[in-house]
């Protein structure tokens, strides 16, 4: 009796031990907003934000709905470890997005192709590139070990600069009320939201004792060059008790950056350019309830590596398709203006005024110097004028429990510039006195906007 009452036991000791080696969570968050955007296109279902409050556009109306992820984009995942002894452990990451409104994956493609599909010049509905196309796990898909030596992932992972600005930005990166939150394109991507996720990369990050240091190889996988489609990053950082400091690079060659083709009866458009991006932040605890940030970027859109990708500078290329995350395009092309190069500043800080309710402010500016831009339809080059944005956020956060929160925000912009493109039925032409240059269409573009939302968020 003695003997079986011990064998059960050092089964159930042997069971735990096997249970405790390896592990699998299901993780998520449902975060939906009510809000009003003072000048905004019609909210498109399957977009990740629902609604673009931060891109200049000539949308004279206001938009009040139902808005996906107003602090957080919206998810749920799977995440697991196995113990392989020594410290070390196997780890893996699936993590999808979602709109909770709708019930739809998040798909910023869908979005963009959507527009102008009926022959419409001007696009009807939000939208704008983005890395979360569609992808059964577009956030994360990866794979890796991780112990003493670090952390080296396999897949699809976020680029240490999109980390950085989700670290850095002093009202939580909110999707709806922070430009580094709503853009990639800024809040990551190095210059392309597309690439603040990379796909077929390898990732390395080491911490210890506050030190951060990493980096990220992304394969272009393009057969004759192993330059083409490809990206690299790194990451150094240190932050312990009241300071922390951090600075990253991102560049890539021939990346692809989509856009609505409302120049050719609706459909994606594409353009393929290099990118180099520099980011700086740092941050400052004056007391234990109070944070202030800041930040710096410089990022640059140049011309690609043509011969890389085996067709003329001037062609409309076929096999850009390969590059990009969507399988069609109505219109494509490689850039073959002057660099682009715009800078992005950002200051503030957040205030626990409670242990339940949490006070941020954000200001934000954006400058686009002056470059020139290929058309949609065609790799003729116009000249642009300089523009700038400047975004100015407010967000109160009080949570119920660790789990569960609710938040009012707003985000208030203002545009400014020397001069714009735009375009009726015909080619493009530059044109003077007219604010901005990211408009498509013949109305004058905004010089100002505002979004106020409400929300609920959970987290599981």
Not at 355 to 384: C, E, M, R
Request: glycine fraction near 12%; proline fraction near 3%.
């Amino acid at each position: 009796m003695k003997k079986s009452l011990f064998a059960l036991a050092a089964l159930g000791v042997f069971a735990s031990a096997a249970q405790a080696q390896s592990s699998v969570t299901l993780y998520g968050i449902l975060d939906v907003a009510v809000g009003s955007v003072t000048k905004s296109y019609s909210g498109d279902p399957a977009f990740p934000a629902t609604i673009n409050p931060v891109s200049l556009n000539s949308a004279t109306g206001s938009t009040t709905g139902m808005f996906n992820g107003g602090i957080s984009g919206s998810r749920w995942g799977m995440k697991g470890s196995e113990d392989l002894g020594g410290g070390m452990n196997a780890i893996f990451n699936l993590e999808s997005a979602l709109n909770v409104p709708t019930g739809q994956l998040s798909n910023a493609q869908q979005s963009l192709s959507n527009n102008g599909a009926s022959g419409a010049v001007l696009p009807f509905t939000a939208n704008a590139n983005s890395a979360i196309d569609g992808q059964l796990f577009s956030r994360a898909a990866n794979v890796g070990l991780s112990g003493s030596f670090g952390t080296v992932l396999l897949g699809r992972s976020t680029t240490h600069q999109f980390e950085q600005t989700a670290a850095y930005d002093p009202v939580q990166a909110a999707q709806l009320f922070s430009p580094l939150g709503f853009s990639g394109t800024i809040g990551g991507g190095g210059g392309a939201s597309e690439n603040s996720r990379l796909d077929n990369s390898v990732k390395y990050t080491y911490t210890n004792d506050g030190l951060l240091v990493g980096a990220q190889y992304k394969f272009g996988g393009i057969a004759g060059s192993t330059t083409a489609g490809s990206a690299v990053g790194g990451v150094i950082g240190y932050e312990k008790d009241m300071f922390g400091v951090r600075a990253s690079y991102l560049s890539s060659t021939d990346t692809v950056i989509a856009s609505t083709d409302a120049y050719n009866n609706g459909g994606l458009a594409t353009t393929v350019y290099n990118t180099t991006a520099y980011m700086l932040s740092g941050k400052f605890k004056p007391t234990n309830d109070s944070t202030l940030k800041a930040g710096y970027e410089h990022y640059t859109l140049s011309a690609p590596n043509a011969g890389d990708l085996g067709f003329a500078a001037t062609a409309g290329p076929t096999n850009v398709q390969t590059l990009a995350y969507f399988s069609t395009t109505s219109a494509s092309a490689l850039y073959t203006g002057g660099d682009q190069n715009v800078n992005v500043y950002w200051f503030g800080g957040d205030y626990n005024a409670t242990p339940q309710l949490n006070l941020a402010a954000g200001y934000y500016y954006i400058n686009y110097d002056s470059f020139s831009k290929t058309t949609s339809s065609s790799a003729t080059v116009y000249p642009i004028g300089s523009y700038n944005i400047s975004a100015f956020s407010l967000l109160a956060d009080y949570s119920f429990s660790k789990r569960t929160d609710v938040y009012a925000g707003a985000m208030i912009l203002s545009y400014g510039g020397d001069s714009c493109y735009v375009n009726a039925t015909g080619p493009k032409t530059a044109t003077t006195n007219c604010t901005g240059s990211s408009m498509i269409g013949s109305a004058t573009p905004n010089t100002n906007n505002a979004i106020y939302a409400v929300g609920i968020r959970h987290k599981f």
